[in-house]
Nanobody
Framework: QLQLVESGGGLVQPGGSLKLSCAAS????????MGWYRQAPGKERELVARITGGGSTNYADSVKGRFTISRDNAKNTVYLQMNSLNPEDTAVYYCNADYPFGHISYWGQGTQLTVSA
């Protein structure tokens, strides 16, 4: 069965960097659009970055130029490289897999990022 497992979260100083990983199993990974979402305390979940099976990317305005999403289809893994982190990036980050031929999405359990001095 499908499983998405995020890893790589932690505590980072402002201006620091961190790389998140999401390992997928149980799906034909290469045909799924993969996304990173985040939910900050008291806020709704929002899209951070998305990458299609063909490699096209989209980013939230708040992270564009600082975050990079990538995927390794051979490893069934999607990554989120986060640079120049600020306290507003503090959130639980969730991995999402979006089936392009229907209304089917899968979610990981989330990983916590805290940016604090």
């Amino acid at each position: 069965q499908l499983q998405l497992v995020e890893s790589g979260g932690g505590l980072v100083q402002p201006g620091g960097s961190l790389k998140l990983s999401c390992a997928a199993s149980g799906i034909r990974f290469s045909i799924y659009a993969m996304g990173w979402y985040r939910q900050a305390p008291g806020k709704e979940r929002e899209l951070v970055a998305r990458i299609t099976g063909g490699g096209s990317t989209n980013y939230a305005d708040s992270v564009k130029g600082r975050f990079t999403i990538s995927r390794d289809n051979a490893k069934n893994t999607v990554y989120l490289q986060m640079n120049s982190l600020n306290p507003e990036d503090t959130a639980v980050y969730y991995c999402n897999a979006d089936y392009p031929f229907g209304h089917i999405s899968y979610w990981g359990q989330g990983t916590q990022l805290t940016v604090s001095a």
